[in-house]
Each structure stands twice: as structure tokens, then as C-alpha cells.
């Protein structure tokens, strides 16, 4: 049986108020705990298994007793009505399944069950997969809006700045013109992040089941990145054939059709009906009678043939989507950990001493430009590389954890610390 005994931190679970709006924040870890506590679909996937359990229960019992009772209704003789000393029977039969069809039943049973905790599983590794997809985007989305809204307040700043200027005649319009519409075009690029933020925080919350009117803050955990000794595909493709679901339940949906077809088998050798008659007052032979009743169908015309045949080709299916399953598992193995790499290579490209002299270059802008030492077209120049060049950077720091992510999806290996 499974159980989801996920411990939340208590925290999580309750909500900080920053004016009229409920903040939650939240790490990737922490956001899995919470997905997994209290996701609909995943708790939905968890009463599926309780119900195969339930139909395994059921398999196991035996077939009930029959109890038959038939006394007289009216004697035309004696015009009587339910007179019991005219004539009464007692009968009991009970049905004996041959041919192994209960213990195949259960076993098919034990099978589903089997199935039904992997499609569980699976439903869990989706749903977290797409978590961290979505909270990542997220993370990087809010980081750009923490770098817009930098930018967005020097401009702002130098307008008002810049404003006062012109009103004596110490700049010309121009330049405040220009400032004006840079920051109109920040104003929309702001918005457009905004509502991809709002974008994904709608989905987060229905993932992790959050009333509409929280607002989820990210937080960033360090996450190391494996290097290519722990991404050899021959061992990541071994490792997933042990443990992914998906693949597991196709494997497993190959007994479960070969356990059928021999319940099919079976059913085509009939059940034995056994009776015993106690008591027959009224009987014509001897009164009163005790007799011994065996009844069974002659499989002539029906002998499960067609279920056998349907059963036999299912195998085939089976085994033709397990192998079409393992193709797909080794392509996505291979194209997931090669577009790591290539994230991996773009984002080593980026080291710690250009950033810095891209920030340094950034702060200083703004100085030269009040100074004269550039004019507004390379201010201009200046803010629209840096802020290109941290967006991009910022979009592949999150994109190398979504690789990351992915493989451990492709391959139900765990890199994400």
C-alpha cells in the first residue's frame, strides 16, 4: 500500500503577510515536499492503487454458498395455501472453480497492483519533472525582474534628474527625449516578464495546490553540476531500465497479458456446480429424499475462444510497445544528457571575472555619461549590452539546472542536490 507520509516543514505550510498579499517562500526542495504532500492528480493516482488493492481483496475471496428453499405454494387437492407438510426442499450448492482460474485471478490481481503503484510512481516523476521546469523558469523570471527594476530606477532617477536640467536650458531635449523612450521600452519589457511570472505561478500553485492569492517567492539553492564521469549513457541507460516506471510498467504490462492468457485458458474448462438436497418431503421416488446435485456447462460451443485469441494478441502488443518504449527511453537518455553538455559549454563561456567587469562597466556608465566622458548613444549602448548580456546569462543558469532536471527524469537518477 502506498502512503504519503511526506513531512512538511511547518513553515511552508503556513503564509507570510507583506500588506494584503500572502507570500510563500520557497525552494525547489521545499516545493517538491509540498507537491508531493498535497497535489490533487498525484493523491488521485494513490486511490487508484488503493482501488487495485481493493480488486485484489476481492479475487482472493471464494465463491459463496448457495442456499435453496421450495415448499409447496397451493395444494389444488386440499385447496390449501403454504402448507410446508405437502411438500418442502432443502438444497445447498456451492461452485468449485477447476482449472486454476482462482489462483490465475489473484495472481493477475497482484499484477494490477503491481501496475497501478508503477503508474503512481510515474505520475510522481511527471508532475515533479514538471515542477522543476516551471520553478526554475520562475527563479530566472524573478531575478530579471530584480535586474529590470535596478535599471529601471537609474533611469528613472537620471529623467528626474535630467528633467530639471532641461527646465534651466542645461541639456538639450533630445537627450531627455531618448532617455524617455528607453525607459518606455524597460516599462514593456517589465510587463512582459510581470505576466510571465503571473504565467508561471498560476501553474506552480496548481501544482502544489496554493490558493489563487498567494505569491510564491523562489529561492535559489546551489546545485552542483555533474561533470561527464557521473553521465556515462551505457550506465544512466542501465539504471534507467531498473527504475523507471514508465518503462517498468511496460515490462510489467507483459505479464500481466501472459498471467491473463492463462486465465483465459482456464475459463474454457467450466465450473463444477456441486449440490446436496438434505430434505425433499414431497418427493416422487422416496419421501423424504436425500440426494447429491452435479451440474456443469459441456463446452462444446463456447470454449473462451475468442478471449484467448484477443489475450494472445495482446501479449504481442505488449511487447511490441515495451521494445518501442525502450528505443524512446535510450533516445531520450542520449539527447538529454547531450543538451546538457551543450547548456553547459554556453554557460562556462560566461566565467566569474567577465561578470564582474561587465558589472563594473554598468556602474560606471552612468558616471561617465553625468561626466561628459560619453555621449547618450553609448550610455544607451552600455545599458542595453548589460541588460542583454545578464538576461541571456541568467536564462542559461537556469536552463543548465532544467537539463539537469531533465535527466534525472530521463533516467530516474538523482543529480539535484
Not at 1 to 24: A, H, N, R, W, Y
Not at 84 to 106: C, E, P, W, Y
Not at 396 to 413: A, M
Request: hydrophobic share 35%; charged share 20%; glycine share 4%.
Amino acid at each position: 500500500m502506498v502512503l504519503l507520509c511526506i513531512t512538511i516543514p511547518e513553515k511552508l505550510l503556513s503564509q507570510e503577510f507583506t500588506g494584503d498579499k500572502k507570500v510563500l517562500e520557497l525552494t525547489y526542495t521545499e516545493a517538491v515536499g509540498v507537491l508531493l504532500a498535497q497535489n490533487l492528480p498525484l493523491l488521485s493516482s494513490h486511490f487508484q492503487v488503493e482501488a487495485s488493492e481493493g480488486e485484489l481483496l476481492q479475487a482472493k475471496a471464494w465463491n459463496n454458498p448457495h442456499f435453496n428453499w421450495n415448499q409447496d405454494l397451493y395444494s389444488a387437492e386440499r385447496n390449501e395455501y403454504f402448507n410446508q407438510k405437502n411438500q418442502r426442499l432443502i438444497q445447498l450448492d456451492f461452485m468449485f472453480s477447476v482449472s486454476g482460474k482462482h489462483t490465475r485471478a489473484v495472481k493477475l490481481a497482484k499484477i494490477g497492483v503491481e501496475q497501478n503503484q508503477l503508474f503512481y510512481e510515474n505520475t510522481k516523476r511527471s508532475l515533479v519533472f514538471e515542477l522543476g521546469l516551471k520553478f526554475h523558469q520562475l527563479l530566472m523570471l524573478q531575478k530579471r525582474s530584480e535586474l529590470y527594476n535596478v535599471v529601471f530606477s537609474q533611469f528613472k532617477s537620471l529623467i528626474d534628474k535630467y528633467e530639471i536640467q532641461y527646465k534651466v536650458g542645461e541639456i538639450p531635449g533630445s537627450e531627455l527625449i531618448r532617455l524617455k523612450s528607453e525607459l518606455l521600452t524597460l516599462q514593456n519589457t517589465i510587463v512582459s516578464n510581470q505576466n510571465e511570472v503571473e504565467k508561471e505561478m498560476s501553474e506552480i500553485r496548481a501544482l502544489l495546490n496554493l490558493r489563487p492569492d498567494v505569491t510564491i517567492q523562489t529561492k535559489e539553492a546551489i546545485v552542483a553540476m555533474p561533470d561527464s564521469g557521473k553521465l556515462n549513457y551505457g550506465e544512466l541507460i542501465s539504471f534507467a531500465e531498473e527504475n523507471r516506471p514508465d518503462y517498468l510498467a511496460r515490462l510489467n504490462e507483459i505479464s500481466y497479458e501472459q498471467m491473463n492468457l492463462k486465465l483465459q485458458k482456464s475459463r474454457s474448462v467450466p465450473d463444477l456446480m456441486l449440490g446436496y438436497q438434505p430434505h425433499d418431503k414431497g418427493s416422487n421416488y422416496v419421501r423424504p429424499y436425500s440426494g447429491l446435485v452435479f451440474e456443469m456447462d459441456v463446452p462444446i460451443f463456447n470454449r473462451n475462444q475468442g478471449n484467448i485469441a484477443v489475450s494472445e494478441a495482446n501479449i504481442n502488443r505488449a511487447k511490441t510497445d515495451a521494445e518501442q518504449a525502450l528505443v524512446s527511453l535510450q533516445n531520450e537518455i542520449y539527447a538529454s544528457v547531450n543538451k546538457y553538455f551543450h547548456s553547459r559549454s554556453a554557460l562556462d563561456n560566461y566565467n566569474l571575472e567577465f561578470l564582474k567587469e561587465l558589472e563594473q562597466l554598468n556602474n560606471s556608465a552612468l558616471q561617465n555619461y553625468n561626466n561628459k566622458n560619453i555621449n547618450i548613444l553609448q550610455y544607451l549602448d552600455m545599458q542595453r549590452t548589460y541588460i542583454n548580456t545578464m538576461s541571456e546569462y541568467l536564462g542559461l543558469q537556469s536552463e543548465i539546472v532544467q537539463r539537469v532536471i531533465d535527466i534525472e527524469f530521463t533516467t530516474g537518477y538523482q543529480l539535484y542536490n
